[in-house]
């Protein structure tokens, strides 16, 4: 199957800092997301993005599907932004894989 | 527009027994897909339906089933519970299977089985 790496595994930010996590991903996909998963356990949609690029408020994102990477950028960073984001590759019949998650603490 | 809603939030189970655990997708989505995140192992897909039938599973073992109804609402049902199926258990939705839909997740099921 797809492998998907994200990297960082683990992040402390500082309230206000920007940061950058990264999903590579080991072949081509048809779509990708990211997710963030609250202290809950709720995974929400952030990004629904094939390729190119996105923004939603403090988040962006840009994947380059030739080069097989998405990177998802977090700037003034707050508390509530603490979490798990998750990258998921969709690919083959329907099939939906994930990384293993960037654990994200930003600290006032 | 509602979302996918999961019941119940959570569940605790004693080993050997059954555990029904269900799914309502958003109104007009005609996919439904299980995940188990279990501790330390991330998110792991266990079955995917659509218009009523099973179209693909993970590597789980049989004792692992569901059922989509023709509302498109999904249980999934876990016999022979062990210690380690305790796991958030997440249900997701989209409009169709295949290209160009994302997917939308519920809060989950918490499913503790001492």
């Known amino acids: 199957g797809i492998q998907v790496e994200q990297s960082p595994p683990d992040l402390i930010l500082q309230e206000g800092a920007n940061s950058t996590l990264r999903c590579n991903f080991s072949?081509?996909?048809?779509?990708l997301q990211w997710f963030h998963q609250n202290p809950w356990g709720q995974l929400i949609n952030l990004f629904y993005?094939?390729?190119g690029t996105k923004q939603n408020g403090r988040l962006s994102a840009t994947t380059v599907a030739t080069e097989r990477y998405s990177l998802l950028y977090i700037s003034s960073s707050q508390t509530t932004d603490s979490g798990v984001y998750f990258c998921?590759?969709?690919?083959?019949?329907?099939?939906?894989?994930f990384g293993k998650g960037n654990q994200v603490v930003v600290i006032p | 527009e509602a979302g996918v809603t999961q019941s119940p939030t959570h569940l605790i189970k004693t080993r050997g027994q059954q555990a029904t655990l269900r799914c309502s997708p958003i109104?007009?989505?005609?996919?439904v897909y299980w995940y188990q995140q279990a501790l330390g192992l991330g998110l792991q897909f266990l079955l995917w339906?659509?218009?009523?039938?099973?179209?693909n599973r993970g590597n789980f073992p049989p004792r692992f089933s569901g059922r989509q109804f023709p509302n498109y609402s999904s249980e999934l049902n876990v016999n022979a519970l062990e210690l380690e199926d305790s796991a958030l258990y997440l249900c997701?939705?989209?409009?169709?299977?295949?290209?160009?839909?994302?997917?939308?997740f519920g809060s989950g099921t918490r499913l503790t089985v001492v």
């Open positions: 997701a939705s989209s409009l169709a299977p295949g290209l160009g839909y994302g997917y939308t």
């Open positions: 072949d081509s996909v048809n779509n």
């Open positions: 993005i094939p390729s």
């Open positions: 998921a590759v969709q690919y083959g019949n329907n099939r939906l894989a």
């Open positions: 109104s007009g989505h005609t996919s």
């Open positions: 339906y659509d218009e009523g039938e099973e179209r």
